[in-house]
């Protein structure tokens, strides 16, 4: 195959990918929850802390887990509070 043929396939392929709509799934839809909610405790952030990997990328908060588990400071305390108030 020569070069022209070559380079109109490639761009021919990336117009057809970029062009393309894909059906999206569903987004999944929760019915709200009535009453009284229960509070997160200090327990279940810490687990959720544990669980957290490190070195991985960043979330829509822009910190990374490293922080979050970081020793120089206890943030399961904090966090939790800062959630329970949320609600």
């Known amino acids: 195959m020569d070069r022209k043929r ?46 957290m990997k490190s070195g991985k990328a960043t979330g829509p908060d822009d910190l990374p887990a490293d922080l979050w588990k970081s020793k120089g400071w206890c943030p399961a305390d904090w966090m939790t509070e800062f959630q329970s108030g949320c609600c």
Do not use: C, M
């Open 6 to 51: 070559a380079v109109k396939r490639w761009r021919d392929y990336f117009e057809e990918i970029s062009n393309v709509e894909f059906e999206h799934p569903a987004v999944p839809f929760a019915s709200p929850v009535y009453g009284p909610v229960q509070k997160i405790t200090v327990s279940e952030t810490e687990a959720a802390l544990r669980k």
